[in-house]
């Protein structure tokens, strides 16, 4: 199992690779996000630990080249707490997991394991339900065709949900994936986002795809035209 490194605080690093050394695992690293594009792009791994800030090419853009040639090692994104960026930006970039620092050997090392076991399918590049396409690697959203535009919250929210389309996800759930861990409103902000994504997603194409299940949360699905009687409820 081959495993690359990308991380730019060297004693960190060295640290994991002789871990990971001694758990069986081949590993080579590389400490900017440069070296560590080119490592990932030449060779095949079995999945790239990825950290985030990194010199000459940070993380975010290194997951976003590769994922644009089409390389789809599953990726492990090392996020620090109060960082740029949080994890809803590592999953919409296509990254596979993530750890926030500090992170336990024996965690990260369970967490590989899980995505090595899981691999690295030949993924359709753009994520489609019914008559939705959401192109991850472009952001681009359309419904038949039609291209429609959504905020960058928007777009976390309908990424959420087509990664989990069908299952009916709670407000919780929605809130710890696509606001991150600093905010601090209630969960009427999920209620309020639902709605400005119909509005785009359904409303304009007479569809009915994100139903509301009452007590539960909310649910995803390919969707059914809807019956004209059945007028979309007052906005909020
Ligand atoms: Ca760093």
């Known amino acids: 199992m081959r495993v ?20 069986g695992f081949v590993v080579d690293v590389a400490h900017d996000g ?9 060779s095949s791994y079995d999945a790239i630990l ?6 000459l090419m940070n993380g975010y853009d290194v997951l976003k080249e590769l994922r644009q040639r ?29 750890l926030t620092k500090p992170f336990s050997f ?4 369970a967490r590989i394991r899980a995505l090595i076991r899981r691999g690295a399918p030949e993924r359709p590049v753009v994520l489609i339900l019914g008559t939705l396409s959401v192109d991850p690697v472009t952001r681009r959203v359309r419904r038949d065709g039609t291209d429609i535009s959504l905020t960058a919250r928007e777009y976390g929210l309908l990424h959420y949900l087509m990664r989990r389309h069908d299952e009916v ?11 991150d861990s600093a905010f601090e409103g209630g969960d009427n902000v999920v209620e309020v ?44």
């Open 169 to 179: 996800v709670s407000k919780a759930e929605i809130l710890d994936n696509v606001w």
């Open 106 to 109: 024996l965690v990260l090392v």
């Open 34 to 42: 440069v070296s560590g594009l080119s490592a990932a792009s030449e």
């Open 193 to 236: 986002y639902i709605g400005y994504l119909r509005r785009k997603i359904d409303v304009p194409f007479g569809v009915r795809s994100l139903a509301t299940v009452r007590g539960m949360g909310y649910q995803l699905s390919a969707g059914q035209i809807s019956e004209p009687a059945r007028a979309p409820r007052p906005h909020r």
């Open 70 to 98: 089409r390389i789809w090692t599953p990726v492990l994104m090392l996020t620090a707490k109060d960082g740029e960026y949080d994890q809803t930006d590592a999953f919409d970039l296509g990254a596979d997991d993530y």
């Open 4 to 23: 690359l490194i990308v991380e730019d605080e060297r004693h960190l690093a060295d640290t994991v690779r002789r871990g990971l050394v001694n758990e």
């Open 50 to 55: 990825l950290d985030l800030m990194l010199p």
